[in-house]
């Protein structure tokens, strides 16, 4: 599994590294954390919440997903409608927190990947507290 991250060299304290997550032509940092190397070993700071977005920017991502998904046509826009969805999820929509919490058959690897990851940094975002700014 690849993620993106903005990498960003701390002088004396390490690289710090942003997660990137694409809502929009241009990247949407969600977490920052710290890592910090020494001779043989790195250690990840705790990660500080950074997400911006305004309320309900996807209010029909879900019903789109499981009309597409109903008709086996997701292939171009599955990965992005998954992503509409988390944010929805995120920002406390019910319906996209229940999606979430469940399973997902029927999605070929690609999609069953992304919703999988997906579905770990919404629960690693929720432990931390992490809502819009």
């Known amino acids: 599994m690849a993620e993106t991250f903005w990498a960003k060299p701390l002088e004396g304290k390490g690289i710090e590294l942003e997660e990137v997550w694409f809502f929009a032509e241009q990247p949407k940092p969600a977490l920052w954390r710290d890592i910090t190397c020494q001779a ?52 406390g929509d019910k319906p996209a927190q229940t999606f979430y919490a469940g399973m997902l058959d029927g999605l070929d690897e690609n999609l069953s990947e992304v919703f999988d990851s997906n579905k770990k940094k919404l629960a690693e975002l929720n432990t931390i507290n992490c809502k819009p700014q």
């Open 40 to 91: 043989e070993s790195c250690a990840l700071g705790l990660p500080k919440c950074v997400f911006q977005m305004k309320a309900n920017p996807f209010p029909k991502a879900l019903t789109e997903f499981e009309q597409k998904k109903k008709k086996k046509d997701l292939a171009e826009d599955g990965e992005e409608l998954l992503d509409q969805i988390w944010a929805q999820a995120l920002l």
